[in-house]
C-alpha cells in the first residue's frame, strides 16, 4: 500500500475488550491478528468515556466504556504493548467524541479528561470523531439519524454533522500550554452509514459542505482516517471516504491513516486490498 499520501503498514482504528458494543473478545487477540496480517504497526483507539451526566442515547454505557474503566484500558494496552514489542509496534490512543454540539455542550469535561491521560497517549493515534448531534446519535440507527430533524429528509443530519465537526475544528482545545486536539480525523463521512436507506435530497449540497470541510483539515495539517468500516454495512458499501472527497483529499496533500474501525479482532487490517488498489487508480 505504498503511496505517499497514505501512512504505510498500520491498521491506525481499533477497538478493544473495553469497548461495550464490540465482541468483548479479548484485547490480545486483537494484537494477534495484527501479526498474522503481517502490519508492522496498529493503534488501539478505543471510545474515551462520556462524561458523568451525558446521556447514552443507545443506553447506559452502550457507546463507550464506563469512566471507571479508562485507566483499566490505559494499564493493559501498555501491558500488551510491552508484551508483543518484538513483533509489532502498538500505539496506544484513544478515539474522543466532540459533544459541543450535544445535549448543550460538553467540552470541557472531554477536555479535563484527555487532560489527566494525555502523557499516556500516543498523539498520532488519537482520533477526533462526531457521533452525536442534539440529543441524537449519527450512527446508531435510520430511525435515530432522522430523529435529529423529524419530517426533514437526511440532508438536515448530514449538514449538522459537518457543520458539528466543522466546529471542533474551531473550538481551541488547549489546555495550559498542551494542545490536546487529536491528530486525525475519524470516519469523515459517518452519516452515509445509510446512505442506501436514506439517500440525499440534494446530495450537491452535502458534496460542496464536504470539501470546503477538506479543506479546513488540510489547513489545520490534520490526518484522516482512511475508515473501511461502512464497506461492511449493509446500507452504506463504501468507504467513509469515497470519490469524489477521497480525491479532493489527496489533490489537498492530506495524509490518510488506514482504519479498520475493528470491533473484533478478525476485521483487523480488514479491507487493506481495497485501499491499496483505490490509491494506485486515484
Not at 451526566?53 to 484500558?73: K, N, R
Request: with cysteine; glycine share 8%; charged share 25%.
Amino acid at each position: 500500500m505504498d503511496h505517499p499520501l497514505l501512512a504505510p503498514g498500520i491498521d491506525g482504528h481499533t477497538h478493544t475488550s473495553f469497548c461495550p458494543h464490540g465482541d468483548r473478545q479479548p484485547t490480545r487477540r486483537y494484537l494477534e491478528r495484527a501479526v498474522e496480517c503481517d502490519l508492522p504497526r496498529l493503534a488501539i483507539t478505543e471510545h474515551l468515556p462520556l462524561p458523568d451526566g451525558f446521556h447514552d442515547p443507545m443506553g447506559p454505557f452502550q457507546c463507550a466504556m464506563p469512566p471507571a474503566d479508562l485507566l483499566p484500558y490505559l494499564d493493559e494496552a501498555e501491558q500488551l504493548r510491552a508484551e508483543f514489542a518484538d513483533h509489532l509496534e502498538v500505539l496506544v490512543g484513544a478515539e474522543v467524541d466532540w459533544l459541543g454540539s450535544a445535549q448543550g455542550g460538553w467540552h470541557e469535561a472531554t477536555l479535563a479528561q484527555l487532560d489527566s491521560i494525555w502523557d499516556r497517549l500516543a498523539p498520532e493515534a488519537t482520533l477526533l470523531s462526531v457521533h452525536f448531534i442534539g440529543g441524537t446519535i449519527v450512527d446508531g440507527n435510520p430511525d435515530l439519524s432522522l430523529a435529529y430533524a423529524p419530517g426533514e429528509p437526511p440532508d438536515a443530519y448530514h449538514l449538522a454533522y459537518y457543520d458539528a465537526l466543522d466546529a471542533a475544528l474551531r473550538t481551541s482545545w488547549t489546555v495550559g500550554r498542551r494542545d490536546l486536539r487529536p491528530r486525525r480525523i475519524g470516519h469523515l463521512t459517518l452519516p452515509r452509514k445509510f446512505i442506501r436507506a436514506l439517500p440525499l435530497a440534494e446530495p450537491e449540497r452535502v458534496e460542496e459542505r464536504v470539501l470546503r470541510l477538506l479543506e479546513r483539515i488540510a489547513a489545520e495539517g490534520l490526518q484522516l482516517d482512511y475508515n473501511t468500516a461502512g464497506l461492511d454495512k449493509e446500507q452504506c458499501g463504501e468507504t467513509y471516504l469515497p470519490a469524489p472527497y477521497l480525491q479532493h483529499a489527496l489533490d489537498l496533500g492530506i495524509e490518510l491513516v488506514h482504519g479498520s474501525d475493528a470491533h473484533a479482532p478478525e476485521r483487523v487490517g480488514n479491507h487493506r486490498d481495497v485501499v491499496a488498489q483505490t490509491l494506485r487508480d486515484a
